[in-house]
């Protein structure tokens, strides 16, 4: 199995620019997970969904973030605009189960907002 | 607000030594909890999980919980270079919740 797939692996952008995070999970698996990982405030939950559903956003920062996940193989973070403090890697996973289950990351996102 | 906590460290081990790693947690109906490693730059992996009081151990890793105390530990034994890392502990509060909470984590260095 391929494992979790992010793109793109590095992000370099300026302030106000929309910036687009892109995953796919392990087939198969019903959950992903959008994390976020900084040295300040570690990985921090942002949204998950099950069955392609949003179940919890209650970790996104702001309104500036969206996450969609239009099939099961497929899931997107949009950043719009971005700002300097939303640099930081951000990581997506994918687990079989929910309740607790094992998580697989991705290689992560680092993103940079100049 | 569900916390969990570890020592940020390093921790500085010599090789061949046994590694002790601590978190502790805050949500008392926390049902799973699992250590993850994290290399520099890369990605979390799963390394143990534990569900029920008492000791699980797999191979030179041994994780230990006791909810009365709301604290998990890590164990290494036999400590090699390729043990640094940091170690992440992540917590899963059931009840229908999916999502792990994890500490910031612990920075272990074993030294040859």
């Known amino acids: 199995d391929a494992g979790v797939i992010q793109s793109p692996r590095h992000e370099v952008t300026e302030m106000g620019q929309e910036v687009t995070l892109r995953c796919k999970p392990i087939s198969g698996h019903d959950y992903l997970f959008w994390y976020r990982q900084t040295m300040m405030r570690g990985l921090e939950l942002l949204i998950y969904?099950?069955?392609?559903?949003?179940?919890?956003d209650s970790g996104m920062p702001e309104d500036r973030f969206s996450a969609k996940m239009p099939n099961a193989s497929f899931s997107t973070l949009k950043i719009q605009p971005s700002e300097p403090r939303d640099s930081a890697v951000y990581f997506c996973?994918?687990?079989?189960?929910?309740?607790?289950?094992?998580?697989?990351f991705g290689e992560g996102s680092r993103l940079t907002v100049l | 607000q569900k916390e969990v906590e570890q020592n940020s460290g390093p921790l500085s081990v010599p090789e061949g030594a046994i590694a002790s790693l601590n978190c502790t947690y805050s949500d008392r109906v926390s049902q799973s909890f699992f250590w993850y490693r994290q290399y520099s730059g890369k990605s979390p992996e799963l390394i143990m999980s534990i569900y029920s009081n008492g000791d699980k151990e797999d191979g030179r890793f041994t994780a230990q919980l006791n909810k009365a105390s709301q604290y998990v530990s890590l164990l290494i034994r036999d400590s090699q270079p390729s043990d640094s890392a940091t170690y992440l502990c992540?917590?899963?509060?059931?009840?229908?919740?999916?999502?792990?909470?994890f500490g910031k984590g612990t920075h272990l260095i074993i030294q040859p």
């Open positions: 992540a917590v899963n509060a059931g009840g229908g919740a999916d999502g792990l909470t």
């Open positions: 996973a994918s687990s079989l189960i929910g309740g607790g289950g094992e998580l697989f």
């Open positions: 969904f099950n069955n392609n559903v949003p179940i919890d």
